[in-house]
């Protein structure tokens, strides 16, 4: 079993549609959670951290379940600009700072 | 956050040679890090680059192939060995400014190609 899985997807929907990724890691000693974007050909970039409390960004809203060892992300009234590559990100238990990264999830918005 | 630069963005080299990929900050880090990305994958860490020691490799990775420097807080090389195709990927250095538990950034990449 991954250390991290998403659904690959990809997410076909248009402008101004509401999405929603899901993402579960298997270690509940795990820290910190983060969700990154990655445009093609490109680097990630980080998109925003994941709080137990749950966090919001503009139209993106962050979710965690430690309970459940589940992560969400929602992005509401979907721009095309919004077209990429999600990365699921968990931080690991322990000094070393070492990240695990999702295989990711795939969006591409429509017109 | 932190100004992350890489060289090159990109190269083609032969079987057999070495390619040395180097990471600039613009600012003092306190870690720092090498990730491939292999076609169609997610990022796989290869190392965490220590500063004035030998790096921390990862399971599968090994430093007669991956050797990594990091002379100082702000600069760090990784170099990929005996080059064969199946290193063809994309390497990326990121870092971690204040706490170990802040989130990495991420410079923008070498992609490799082996002929």
């Known amino acids: 079993r991954k250390e991290v899985e998403q659904d690959p997807g990809p997410f076909n929907v248009p402008e101004g549609a509401t999405v929603a990724f899901n993402c579960t890691y298997s270690?509940?000693?795990?820290?910190?959670f983060f969700w990154y974007r990655q445009d093609c050909r490109k680097e990630p970039k980080l998109l925003m951290s994941?709080?137990?409390s749950g966090n919001e960004d503009g139209r993106f809203t962050a979710q965690l379940n430690r309970a459940s060892q589940y992560i969400s992300l929602l992005i509401r009234d979907s721009k095309l600009s919004d077209s990429a590559t999600y990365l699921c990100v968990v931080r690991k238990s322990g000094n070393t700072g070492k990240l695990i990264f999702g295989q990711g999830t795939t969006l591409q918005v429509k017109p | 956050s932190a100004v992350i630069s890489q060289k090159p963005s990109r190269d083609i080299c032969q079987r057999g040679t070495s390619l040395t990929i180097q990471c600039q900050v613009d600012?003092?880090?306190?870690?720092m890090f090498w990730y491939r990305q292999q076609p169609g994958q997610s990022l796989t860490l290869i190392a965490t680059?220590?500063?004035?020691?030998?790096?921390?490799?990862e399971s599968g990775f090994v430093i007669d192939k991956f050797p990594i420097s990091r002379p100082n807080l702000t600069f760090s090389t990784l170099t990929v060995s005996n080059l064969s195709p199946e290193d063809s990927s994309i390497y990326l250095c990121s870092v971690t400014q204040g706490g170990r538990n802040q989130p990495q950034h991420f410079g923008d990449g070498t992609r490799l190609s082996i002929l």
């Open positions: 994941v709080y137990s």
């Open positions: 680059a220590n500063q004035g020691s030998e790096a921390t490799y």
């Open positions: 270690n509940s000693a795990s820290q910190s």
């Open positions: 600012s003092q880090v306190t870690m």
